[in-house]
T-cell receptor
Framework: NAGVTQTPKFRVLKTGQSMTLLCAQD?????MYWYRQDPGMGLRLIHY???????AKGEVPDGYNVSRLKKQNFLLGLESAAPSQTSVYFC???????????FGSGTQLSVL | AQSVAQPEDQVNVAEGNPLTVKCTYS??????LFWYVQYPNRGLQFLLK????DNLVKGSYGFEAEFNKSQTSFHLKKPSALVSDSALYFC??????????????WGAGTKLIIKP
């Protein structure tokens, strides 16, 4: 009963490096989301997807790209990491738009 | 513009006492309202939601919240706090009429500390 699984859990990057965060869900959810969490700011939506093959920008999309080639997977990419991208990243999924969100356990990313 | 305010960064309550975590919101239409809880080093977990109907919503772990349209509030409550309730609590809102907007707007979070 995995739910939403994120990998990796921790990562340290140097400025300019690239990386991909993987999110996988086994609940057959249509909607998937990437959020970042910063102290005192709640969660901010980076990108989201309303179904396989679709992606859309959220509140803070700059510096990130996403792909949803398979329904169960939602990838978040950082092409050239910046210190401002140091954050905790959460993936979430839901069956439909007004449904509750199921979250992964997060990825703590530090960019030096 | 939509917004959510959680006016208290931290709430301290003695075990066994009632607790309230406050949330006020601003949307142009009618709201969908949610509460989530985050335990240390974990993802967020759903507690309860208000979509329509009864203003008093009951959720997980004995929590409840009351939707007050006139005060645009959705405060989270529990009659008797447990030490295990200590966590970070987030309120979130979405405007029902914003069909093109898939975004939940999140409050900054309130740290709840229950002391034995």
């Amino acid at each position: 009963n995995a739910g939403v699984t994120q990998t990796p859990k921790f990562r340290v990057l140097k400025t300019g490096q690239s990386m991909t965060l993987l999110c996988a869900q086994d609940m057959n959810h249509e909607y998937m989301y990437w959020y970042r969490q910063d102290p005192g700011m709640g969660l901010r939506l980076i990108h989201y997807s309303v179904g396989e093959g679709t992606t859309a920008k959220g509140e803070v999309p700059d510096g990130y790209n996403v792909s949803r080639l398979k329904k169960q997977n939602f990838l978040l990419g950082l092409e050239s990491a910046a210190p401002s991208q140091t954050s905790v990243y959460f993936c979430a999924s839901s069956y439909f738009r007004e449904d509750i969100l199921f979250f992964g356990s997060g990825t703590q990313l530090s960019v030096l | 513009a939509q917004s959510v305010a959680q006016p208290e960064d931290q709430v301290n309550v003695a075990e066994g006492n009632p607790l309230t975590v406050k949330c006020t919101y601003s949307v142009s239409g009618n709201p969908y309202l949610f509460w989530y809880v985050q335990y240390p080093n974990r993802g967020l977990q759903f507690l309860l939601k208000y979509i329509t109907g009864d203003n008093l919503v009951k959720g997980s772990y004995g929590f409840e919240a009351e939707f007050n349209k006139s005060q645009t509030s959705f405060h989270l409550k529990k009659p008797s706090a447990l030490v295990s309730d200590s966590a970070l609590y987030f309120c979130a809102v979405r405007d029902k009429e914003e069909d093109s907007n898939y975004q939940l707007i999140w409050g900054a979070g309130t740290k709840l500390i229950i002391k034995p």
